[in-house]
């Protein structure tokens, strides 16, 4: 069913951005209901329900380590090669991030049941949700801007709702206190409208332009989120730290989802390359079902 909202959300923004009165603003409304009301809602919904102990902190890295090495490596890039710092910010956020919810949660429930979900809810919530919510927001401010000072950068990400949500999230979790089961519900509900809209809004934005200039940056993009990233994390915990379990098998394979829907988003909010951004989720998800068939036969042997 998952797979069946990506394709059909994906084609209807692509049917709709072709019909002459369609509002052409629609996607920036989509967004914006996506990271100020959707993405909250999910932290409040899960966050408060995880069970913290020192052995998760394997798979909660996973998406700290991906983000900081994307920064490392496509900053180094850009400063060589010249690039502007739009699109060196666009290709931070979009290959630094997984999709680890929302084509994570079936693919690992898919292949290892409800032990595999509880690493892939700690590999998404307090891993790839917080990223984009303090790393994912600190850089698109610093690329989307010529200067910016850090009073203005810890604004940004102390009033970035999501973020916001994540703390009271962390404090609801600290004091054992959950919402009633109809607010969940609620939240819940909410959340769900993550893939839908995020899709759509990538759908109406998305361009296959053959001449255009995106396409070795797109390249290099997915290079980095299907193959090299997740390699690194298997060289890391597999080959150096000698780790084995179904955890970190359940943690490589988050590693190599395609790219955050919601964190193209939000670089292409901040004005980074949307058409970049739309084109790594567009193009990223459907390779990376190819990509992730080769991690998965490797991890089944470590």
Not at 22 to 33: D, G, M, S
Not at 106 to 122: D, F, N, Q, R, V
């Amino acid at each position: 069913m998952n797979f069946i909202i990506i394709v059909v959300f994906l084609v209807l923004g692509l049917v709709l951005q072709h019909i002459p009165s369609f509002p052409k603003t629609t996607p920036k409304i989509l967004n914006w209901i996506v990271i100020q009301i959707c993405l909250p809602a999910l932290a409040l919904y899960y966050i408060p329900k995880i069970q913290w102990n020192v052995q998760l902190l394997y798979p909660i890295l996973v998406a700290w380590i991906i983000f900081l090495l994307s920064w490392l490596v496509f900053a180094l890039l850009g400063k060589h090669f010249g690039w502007s710092r739009k699109l060196t910010g666009c290709l931070i956020i979009c290959s630094g991030l997984s999709n680890t919810s929302f084509l994570g949660f079936p693919i690992i429930t898919a292949l290892y049941g409800e032990s595999g979900m509880k690493t892939a809810i700690l590999v998404d919530q307090p891993g790839s949700f917080v990223v984009l919510s303090t790393l994912g927001i600190l850089v698109a401010t610093m690329y989307s801007k010529g200067q910016t000072t850090g009073l203005q950068i810890i604004k940004k990400i102390a009033f970035f709702p999501p973020f916001i949500t994540f703390v009271i999230a962390c404090l609801m979790n600290t004091f054992e206190y959950e919402l009633s089961t109809f607010f969940q519900q609620g939240l819940k509900i909410i959340g769900a409208g993550v893939t839908p809209l995020a899709l759509l809004s990538v759908g109406l934005q998305l361009q296959f332009d053959s001449k255009s200039k995106h396409w070795g940056f797109l390249r290099l993009g997915l290079f980095y989120k299907l193959l090299l990233a997740p390699a690194f994390l298997f060289l890391l915990y597999v080959v150096i730290l000698q780790q084995h379990s179904e955890a970190i098998q359940v943690a490589l394979l988050e590693s190599a989802m395609a790219p955050m829907i919601t964190g193209c988003i939000l670089a292409a909010s901040h004005g980074l390359k949307p058409k970049l951004c739309s084109m790594m989720v567009g193009f990223g998800i459907p390779i990376s079902f190819f990509t992730l068939l080769f991690w998965y036969l490797l991890v089944q042997n470590i």
